[in-house]
């Protein structure tokens, strides 16, 4: 059992860095190891038959594919599914595809994990402002949810309270906003266009909480600002091995 995380995939758009050709690890997995996609999961949304070939082809790898959602998603389908409880924590399985599953905001989880520890800790706030969405139509290729309502914000503090503010994980789509000069180029940050209440409720949360490791997407980047933080987009890492590189297994 093992836990693998990587960045956006956008429906059908950067889904082939889970191939075979391009990751042949994946092949090695099964049902028990999860790979957690950092939000901009984006499927489905249109119902083309592209998206349906997707999703048909995730369900069908040798692992289980989670994902906590990002900016790009289509809330007015997720607002349908049903919602179950996993791993301790608030999910929604999807019902024709059920080794594709949501990790809802504000949810702490003990995923199965490597044979020496038994499970994992993991923190899920998925969300993430949409710096275009001025272009973007309400309601089809924008949604209001992108970002957490106050309950979603209270129910993860409720959540990390229980759990003594100590995890071993955190997922999320964006970062606290003092990571975004490592994680942005300097002309967004001279626009001012890159905090909101979700990075500046992350920073918060930074000081906060213990955790290993805090992976998140967004921003399309694959850089490690420090030792405990790591923005993904292609790479597709292994939390095992990440943490024992940095002395944190
Ligand atoms: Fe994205």
């Known amino acids: 059992m093992a836990i693998w995380v990587t960045g956006d995939i956008h429906g059908g758009i950067d889904i082939a860095k889970l191939s075979y050709r391009r990751w042949p690890q994946g092949r090695l997995l099964t049902r028990e190891d999860s790979v957690i996609i950092a939000g901009d999961f984006g499927m ?15 369900n069908n790898r040798p692992w289980t ?35 594709i599953i949501r990790l809802m905001r504000g949810q702490v989880f003990d995923l199965p994990a ?49 759990a003594d ?12 906003t003092r990571w975004l000069p490592a994680v942005l180029p300097a002309d967004s940050l001279a626009e001012g266009i890159t905090t909101d209440a979700l990075t500046t409720w992350f920073d918060d949360i930074e000081d906060r909480l213990s955790f290993r490791m805090w992976f998140f997407g967004h921003y399309h980047t694959d850089v490690m600002p420090d030792t ?22």
């Open 165 to 176: 503010w100590q995890v071993d994980l955190v997922i999320s789509h964006c970062c606290a």
């Open 65 to 99: 594919t989670l994902y906590v959602d990002g900016n790009h998603e289509c809330y007015s389908y997720l607002e349908d599914l049903p919602v179950t409880e996993r791993w301790g924590g608030k999910v929604q399985v999807y019902p024709e595809y059920p080794n």
């Open 228 to 249: 405990r933080h790591r923005a993904l987009y292609r790479d597709i890492v292994s939390v095992n091995e990440l943490l024992a590189e940095s002395g944190r297994a």
């Open 114 to 162: 490597e044979a020496a520890r038994s499970t994992r800790r993991v923190f899920t706030m998925g969300g993430a402002n949409s710096h275009d969405k001025e272009w973007r139509t309400p309601g089809w290729s924008w949604f209001p949810e992108e970002l957490p309502s106050w309950d979603e914000y209270a129910e993860a503090e409720r959540n990390l309270a229980a």
């Open 44 to 58: 489905p949304w249109s119902g083309s038959n592209d998206e349906l070939y997707w999703l048909d082809w995730l």
